[in-house]
């Protein structure tokens, strides 16, 4: 398994003492890691691109953005990558839940403690893995976080892929994207849509009000898709 790890501190001794704990737990754990360093939290968003699944992120920089700031940015940009602060100061992690950080280190890094944490990344990074599919575009290899895709359809011989991420197309059958997603939570409102539930807001008579958008129920799907829908309102109730 091949994992991409960014790494982000101003202090180079520092983004070394992390590359060599990777090793030790490449070795261990029977993986790879591809990384990449940033001396700056602005240096790394401007050339952010979503593949990450790891980000190690010093919260202290000496100019730009502080972590903090940086971490708000990122998670407007990518709200799934793992993300662990590296800090001097234990307290300023404190504020790391409000970007859904999954842990912070604290300076010098003990390399015990770096496993320990890594082990935990490492099984948040797998439960991330899930939600992703790969889709082709024009030749080019895009993955996508299923739980943000509000619904697809189709056009000609290609499915479209209408996601909070963007809308994408791809050579594809809508049957064969239905299986590639392998998620109860997308329903056909029609034989060439396939909506995801979570994003459905109203029934009325004829469609469904999906995200702010209104898509039509065929008279065909209508009793599986009222179905499918209060299903999954009642797992939601439980907290399923």
Do not use: W
Request: aromatic letters at 10%.
């Amino acid at each position: 398994m091949m994992l991409n790890v960014a790494i982000v501190d101003d202090e180079a001794a520092e983004r070394q003492r992390l590359r060599g704990y990777l090793e030790e737990v490449a070795r261990r754990k029977n993986i790879q890691f591809c990384v990449d360093e940033f001396s700056s939290a602005d240096a790394f968003l401007v050339r952010y691109q979503q593949g990450y699944d790891l980000v190690f992120l010093d919260i202290e920089f000496p100019t730009g953005q502080n972590g903090m700031q940086a971490a708000r940015a990122l998670r407007r940009m990518d709200s799934t990558v793992v993300l662990i602060f590296v800090t001097n100061i234990a307290q300023m992690a404190v504020e790391g839940y409000e970007v859904d950080a999954l842990d912070f280190i604290v300076k010098p890094v003990d390399p015990y403690a770096f496993l320990l944490k890594m082990t935990r990344a490492l099984s948040r990074v797998a439960r991330s893995a899930s939600d992703r599919i790969t889709v082709r575009q024009e030749g080019e290899l895009r993955a996508l976080q299923v739980h943000l895709i509000r619904y697809l359809t189709v056009e000609g011989h290609y499915v479209v892929y209408h996601s909070r991420e963007g809308v994408f197309s791809e050579y594809l059958s809508l049957s064969a994207a239905e299986k590639k997603m392998n998620s109860p939570l997308f329903c056909r409102c029609d034989r060439g849509c396939l909506v995801n539930l979570r994003f459905v807001s109203e029934i009325k008579k004829e469609v469904c009000v999906v995200d702010g958008e209104e898509l039509v129920i065929a008279r065909t799907q209508r009793a599986q898709f009222l179905k499918a829908y209060a299903e999954f309102l009642g797992g939601a109730r439980q907290g399923g």
